[in-house]
């Protein structure tokens, strides 16, 4: 317990610093400050660090669910509070800046600091609600190779339910069936990371997603979190078991679960392969999967092909421009675009290559699909990143220009 503490003290003293920077302001800047504020920040302060001291120092794979939902919670007010604390000594900051010339501070600087502060804790508390709105987006993907018979055909993808962090509340994953449903789409594909840490979160959700229903089947792979590697098991043993459960439940569930397997679908002479592959990831997430076991053939013949993959990365460092890999469409999850993204500004192009949306390679030979998810993990919220379902709808003809954004490797 000693590092953790240890790694938390340089934020304990910029948070005190923050608290005691907006004390002095608000003290100086408003009547009774003094009386009211002084005391207020201090007490404020004080609980924050420890709850700060109670995140960092839970021992997380081995707490239960209930603890880790409270967990969650606890660290997205900490953070809404001080990002929206930060905000306002930034703001107040620049108000201060005609004064290093002997000059009055600009007028109502901190008036506007208190409210950018007060709109970004705001904006915070809508990325709670935004997390229950579902975003349908209809992509028509045009590719030459593909076979007439699949022109015209419908492909659903949901990704990332981590329904551990729904508790026992079926809600939101039961409307997101309904809407799925709805699409009526001719095949249902999940890329990944149905729950948090371990099997038993899926229990209460088994007969909702057993809803899901297409005519040419549910298809479904493995995500980072799904093989138990976020909980403390007792043996080795355990932890097998808790896999081979989740399997057989996706199974039971009426979902066709592509564990470095493939399927071929057939209509009017034609056919098209979905492979799916468990999870492929950069560092620190375990490799577990293998596309040549999936596959078990020629990756260069020209059968159409769409790879289900949860972590995007897998394209990026294994599929584009690779010539010997003839796959036309990979469906991937994971990124979660962070959960933060208002129209294209986000920060995960920080963490990831491809982290939303559709993407190919400089020649155009692989395209890449990134669903950003329904879920949530980490923070009970989706600031502007809204639960997306994708349905795609396969036309045969030319790709139109800029259909995708050209991912450069070189920029690696």
């Known amino acids: 317990m000693r590092l953790p503490l240890i790694l938390a003290l340089p934020f304990l003293i910029i948070n005190a610093l923050i608290d005691w920077y907006i004390c002095r302001a608000v003290s100086r800047r408003c009547r009774h400050g003094r009386r009211f504020w002084k005391p207020f920040a201090l007490w404020s302060s004080v609980l924050l660090a420890a709850g700060f001291i109670l995140i960092i120092c839970w021992p997380k794979k081995g707490a239960g669910d209930t603890g880790l939902e409270w967990l969650m919670w606890m660290l997205y007010i900490y953070s809404s509070i001080y990002l929206s604390k930060i905000i306002f000594i930034i703001f107040d900051l620049i108000g201060k800046i005609p004064q290093l010339w002997h000059k009055k501070r600009i007028p109502g600087s901190s008036a506007a600091a208190g409210v950018l502060s007060t709109a970004t804790f705001i904006m915070m508390l809508w990325g709670i609600f935004n997390a229950r709105n579902i975003d349908i987006r209809q992509i028509e993907y045009r590719h030459p190779a593909l076979p007439e018979a699949f022109d015209g055909m419908t492909i659903a993808q949901i990704s990332d339910l981590h329904v551990g962090t729904y508790g026992s509340d079926t809600t939101f994953v039961s409307a997101l069936v309904d809407s799925v449903n709805a699409l009526r789409p001719d095949v249902i594909v999940f890329t990944g990371d149905i729950v948090n840490r371990h099997t038993s979160e899926i229990e209460p959700f088994t007969t909702v997603l057993s809803r899901l229903n297409a005519p040419q089947g549910v298809y479904s792979v493995l995500g980072n979190h799904d093989y138990g590697d976020y909980y403390h098991w007792a043996s080795q043993a355990d932890k097998d078991a808790n896999q081979q459960m989740l399997n057989s439940t996706e199974r039971a569930m009426g979902w066709q679960l592509l564990n470095n397997e493939n399927r071929t679908l057939r209509a009017g002479g034609d056919s098209i392969v979905i492979i799916g592959v468990e999870n492929i990831g950069d560092f620190p997430f375990p ?34 421009q690779s010539p010997d890999k003839n796959i036309a469409l990979t469906l991937a999850g994971h990124t979660h675009a962070m959960q933060f993204a208002l129209g294209r500004v986000s920060p995960a192009p920080l963490r990831y290559k491809t982290w939303g949306g559709m993407y190919t390679d400089p020649d155009g030979a692989h395209d890449l699909y990134v669903n950003i998810g329904a879920g949530e993990v980490a923070i009970p919220a989706r600031i502007g990143a809204t639960p997306e379902v994708t349905l795609f709808t396969l036309r045969k003809g030319e790709k139109t220009p800029g259909h995708a954004r050209v991912y450069q490797p070189t920029d690696e």
């Open 287 to 320: 490799r577990y999967g293998d596309l040549d076991k999936a596959y078990d053939g020629d990756l260069e013949n020209p059968v159409f092909k769409i790879l289900l993959s949860h972590n995007p990365a897998h394209w990026t460092e294994d599929i584009a």
